[in-house]
């Protein structure tokens, strides 16, 4: 009886823990978002309360925290929130951060707070003032309890790196981190966990292409799914569900069908799902189940293993820069609704870093059509906006002409 009773309470307390985890909802903005976005502006009023919500706002990551501050407290007050700056950033002038980390007010009064929101600037400013050496600070303990308490933490760019329990701290470029150029100690460490312990979340994903750093960091760090926010846009995380929100979407990638060949000296990856989950789509973590919004269920679904398939996109490209900006989605795009089955193309670097210890190694990218390959389009938000659910994806590390091409002499 006695180990039964321990049994229960040891399931009691992991009960707790993980009711804990998802009490509150995580924003994770991908970064330059607009002050007039009020999908994303109004959603992280509306999580925190509504008109009079408190809001405390962290610019520690920035690099001028009283501009940057100033600009998150304005967007959040036409917005009905009563925001207000947390003095709480390396950065600011004529502040000891030592001493208001200490201040009991100051912590009572962000503890007290709605919704917490950490802006942009480097995501280790963040990470080492509120969690030194890995250590929660008093402050950090503060802002737990507003989430804990089911309040909203939101974070745009560095603020939406500090989101999952790893982030990238300072990392090289995407294809120095595809031929694994790691720098030991600066490139990862510990983030927030906001958005649990499963979730490995990135920001300025498609316009910076960033599937190039995201997809070796998932494997090193034994993540199974990962999610980059585009610019502009924002997810919403409650529990295990996710919306997409804002200006476009952001790429869900699982990696529990995934293999390496660990007898290639790069980076490789075969079967790899990616979808991309337009705004309004949403997603069930736990069960993997993805659903295209409102709109778009409205409009025929896309499938090219349909009998009656039949492809709107008559274009069959070969991507030079996979890496490029939104090339990615463009080509899952084509995958979909396209004629072929399967979109191939190129991550290398034309002109070599001086620093590039493998200057001629590129990558080729192939995305084909599995089962459950299956899409949406609708134009009915003024776009063409698509939404595109279980494309596969390789990688693989390839040879590269150095230079790679050669003008063609006179004769």
Same mark, same amino acid.
């Given at each position: 009886?006695?180990? +039964?009773?321990?049994?229960?309470?040891?399931?009691?307390?992991?009960?707790?823990?993980?009711?804990?985890?998802?009490?509150?909802?995580?924003?994770?903005?991908?970064?330059?978002?607009?002050? &007039?976005? &009020?999908?994303?502006?109004?959603?992280?009023? *509306?999580?925190?309360?509504?008109?009079?919500?408190?809001?405390?706002?962290? %610019?520690? !990551?920035?690099?001028?925290?009283?501009?940057?501050? %100033?600009? #998150?407290?304005?967007?959040?007050?036409?917005?009905?929130?009563?925001?207000?700056?947390?003095?709480?950033?390396?950065?600011?002038?004529?502040?000891?951060?030592?001493?208001?980390?200490?201040?009991?007010?100051? #912590?009572?009064?962000?503890?007290? %707070?709605?919704?917490?929101?950490?802006?942009?600037?480097?995501?280790?400013?963040?990470?080492? *003032?509120?969690?030194? $050496?890995?250590?929660?600070?008093? +402050?950090?303990?503060? #802002?737990?309890?507003?989430?804990?308490?089911?309040?909203?933490?939101?974070?745009?760019?560095?603020?939406?790196?500090?989101?999952?329990? +790893? +982030?990238?701290?300072?990392?090289?470029? @995407?294809?120095? #981190?595809?031929?694994?150029?790691?720098?030991?100690?600066?490139?990862?460490?510990?983030?927030?966990?906001?958005?649990?312990?499963?979730?490995?979340?990135?920001?300025?994903?498609?316009?910076?292409?960033?599937? $190039?750093?995201?997809?070796?960091?998932?494997?090193?760090?034994?993540?199974?799914?990962?999610?980059?926010?585009?610019? @502009?846009?924002?997810?919403?995380?409650?529990?295990?569900?996710?919306?997409?929100?804002?200006?476009?979407?952001?790429?869900?990638?699982?990696?529990?069908?995934?293999?390496? =060949?660990?007898?290639?000296?790069?980076?490789?990856?075969?079967?790899?799902?990616?979808?991309?989950? =337009?705004?309004?789509?949403?997603?069930?973590?736990?069960?993997?189940?993805?659903?295209?919004?409102?709109?778009?269920?409205?409009?025929?679904?896309?499938?090219?293993?349909?009998? =009656?398939?039949?492809?709107?996109?008559?274009?069959?490209?070969?991507?030079?820069?996979?890496?490029?900006? @939104?090339?990615?989605?463009?080509?899952?795009?084509?995958?979909?609704?396209?004629?072929?089955?399967?979109?191939?193309?190129?991550?290398?670097?034309?002109?070599?870093?001086? &620093? =590039?210890?493998?200057?001629?190694?590129?990558?080729?990218?192939?995305?084909?059509?599995?089962?459950?390959?299956?899409?949406?389009?609708?134009?009915?938000?003024?776009?063409?906006?698509?939404?595109?659910?279980?494309?596969?994806? &390789?990688?693989?590390?390839?040879?590269? !002409?150095?230079?790679?091409?050669?003008?063609?002499?006179?004769?």
């Amino acid at each position: 009886m006695a180990l +039964m009773r321990f049994l229960f309470r040891l399931l009691g307390l992991l009960l707790c823990a993980a009711a804990s985890a998802h009490a509150g909802t995580a924003i994770v903005i991908g970064g330059a978002l607009k002050s &007039d976005n &009020d999908a994303v502006w109004q959603r992280v009023v *509306t999580e925190a309360g509504g008109n009079g919500a408190y809001i405390a706002v962290f %610019a520690t !990551a920035a690099g001028n925290p009283e501009r940057s501050g %100033a600009q #998150i407290v304005a967007a959040l007050a036409r917005r009905g929130a009563v925001a207000e700056l947390v003095p709480v950033a390396p950065r600011l002038r004529d502040v000891d951060l030592a001493t208001q980390l200490a201040d009991p007010v100051l #912590i009572a009064k962000v503890a007290a %707070a709605r919704g917490v929101f950490f802006s942009g600037g480097a995501q280790a400013l963040i990470v080492d *003032t509120l969690q030194p $050496g890995g250590e929660p600070s008093e +402050m950090l303990k503060a #802002i737990r309890q507003v989430f804990d308490r089911g309040g909203v933490i939101a974070g745009t760019s560095a603020g939406a790196a500090i989101m999952s329990r +790893m +982030m990238f701290r300072d990392p090289p470029d @995407n294809l120095q #981190i595809l031929k694994g150029q790691w720098r030991e100690r600066r490139d990862f460490d510990r983030g927030l966990g906001f958005v649990g312990p499963e979730l490995f979340v990135d920001q300025h994903f498609l316009r910076r292409g960033r599937i $190039g750093r995201m997809l070796p960091a998932m494997r090193a760090l034994g993540y199974r799914v990962g999610i980059g926010v585009e610019e @502009n846009s924002a997810i919403v995380v409650k529990g295990d569900e996710i919306e997409v929100i804002g200006a476009r979407g952001a790429l869900l990638v699982e990696l529990g069908d995934a293999s390496s =060949d660990e007898r290639l000296p790069y980076f490789n990856l075969r079967g790899a799902q990616l979808s991309y989950l =337009d705004r309004g789509d949403r997603h069930q973590l736990k069960t993997g189940v993805s659903t295209p919004a409102p709109h778009k269920l409205r409009e025929p679904r896309i499938d090219p293993a349909a009998p =009656d398939f039949k492809p709107f996109l008559r274009t069959s490209d070969y991507f030079l820069d996979m890496l490029g900006d @939104n090339t990615l989605v463009t080509a899952m795009v084509q995958l979909l609704d396209g004629t072929e089955p399967e979109v191939r193309g190129l991550a290398f670097r034309a002109r070599p870093r001086p &620093d =590039d210890l493998a200057p001629d190694v590129g990558f080729e990218f192939r995305l084909y059509r599995g089962p459950g390959l299956v899409g949406w389009f609708s134009s009915a938000l003024g776009s063409d906006d698509y939404t595109v659910l279980k494309a596969r994806l &390789d990688v693989v590390p390839v040879r590269m !002409a150095t230079p790679l091409f050669t003008p063609i002499p006179a004769h």
